[in-house]
């Protein structure tokens, strides 16, 4: 039994998106990829599993889209619950970051109402509304809501990447009919920029926060980092037993990048999907990744198409249930990863025309 389908593109439908019906929903969804998740009986019980609480950590609030997890004094992660009442308000995951000078959110969430829901939780427990907030990468499930945090005409400082600043407005004709077009992309506009080389230290008083550049799920994303105790609000470069959404992937520098963040002392990893994460479930999404490239690189180069190599690919029991969002995430990492290959084989043959003939 199919239920409706439900995800991550620009045009996601959220429960402030007035008068969408089906048909509107369908081809939204459709036209940037049906990124659909058709959840059956079976599948709900997986989600269940997948979504269980992390039994660690004080849950400080919780509704039908998300549950609040505290994880320190002053740090908290937004584990959102898009499966289990199919509500989409937030469908990204989180944070709030508190110091005694300011207050920082990670992420804007799906729509407007999540990214004030986030606000006010940070108001409810700190006492202030967001100072800071940090978007990590242009898709819109992470994205979408900025204007959630806007309060008496201010709106707090919204930091990004150039690169993805310059994303999210190529990308707001994909985003017509949420009402808040205008306003939303003047806060894209205006967004305080992320150094590209260095990154930035926040110091929110008595708290600094790293925000780091990376790349690899898309063209730019950011991690956000805390050294004590030790946090990784890792954005989408991390999912927790949900197979990634590899559409704007470059497969190889996904995995460096993943890396690049793990750190060797005990640390708790904020994925941008799925539960709180430890090294343990981190080492279980490379060993997920490594199978899939196994599996690209065995057909790459071959008669078999990305799509027949997906049909074939089967992670082994031991690496646990991987959900996927929609049922051709396998076929879109495949491609990726022949894409990848495809470019560096065509760099490889340049590079050894250039050293054949150096004259040209
Ligand atoms: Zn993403």
Redesign the pocket.
């Known amino acids: 039994m199919a239920t409706p389908p439900f995800y991550?593109c620009q045009t996601i439908p959220t429960t402030d998106t007035p008068g969408l019906s089906r048909r509107q929903f369908l081809a939204r969804t459709g036209s940037c990829g049906a990124h659909l998740l058709w959840m059956s009986a079976a599948g709900s019980l997986v989600t269940q599993r997948l979504f269980a609480e992390g039994s660690a950590h004080k849950i400080v609030a919780r509704e039908p889209w998300a549950r609040l997890e505290q994880l320190y004094d002053g740090i908290w992660a937004i584990v959102s619950t898009p499966l289990d009442a199919k509500d989409w308000t937030t469908l990204?995951n989180g944070g709030i970051i508190a110091g005694k000078d300011g207050v920082m959110v990670i992420e804007s969430f799906a729509g407007a109402k999540g990214a004030r829901w986030a606000a006010q939780q940070a108001h409810e427990l700190t006492g202030r509304w967001p100072t800071d907030v940090v978007i990590?990468?242009?898709?819109g499930?992470?994205a979408n809501g900025v204007t959630g945090f806007v309060r008496d005409g201010e709106a707090p400082r919204i930091w990004t990447t150039s690169k993805t600043r310059e994303l999210l407005l190529q990308d707001r004709g994909q985003n017509s009919g949420r009402g808040d077009e205008t306003e939303r992309t003047a806060l894209y506009e205006s967004t305080q920029e992320i150094d590209a080389t260095n990154g930035n230290t926040i110091d929110l008083g008595g708290r600094k926060v790293r925000l780091e550049p990376r790349a690899g799920?898309?063209a730019s994303?950011v991690t956000i980092e805390v050294e004590d105790p030790s946090v990784v609000f890792y954005?989408?470069l991390v999912w927790n037993h949900m197979f990634?959404?590899f559409?704007?992937t470059t497969p190889s520098l996904f995995e460096q990048s993943i890396r690049d963040a793990m750190r060797e002392r005990e640390t708790i990893y904020v994925p941008?999907?799925g539960s709180i994460a430890d090294t343990a479930d981190i080492e279980g999404l490379l060993a997920v990744l490594g199978e899939v490239e196994a599996a690209a690189r065995k057909t790459f180069g071959t008669e078999m198409t990305a799509n027949e190599t997906a049909r074939l690919l089967k992670l082994p029991d031991s690496l646990g249930e991987w959900i996927r969002f929609s049922e051709n995430y396998y076929e879109v990492a495949i491609s990726a990863w022949h894409q990848e290959l495809s470019l560096e084989m065509k760099r490889e043959r340049m590079d050894a025309a250039k050293a054949s003939d150096p004259e040209s």
């Open positions: 991550t990204s990590t990468h242009y898709h499930d992470h799920h898309t994303d954005g989408d990634p959404n559409r704007d941008g999907h």
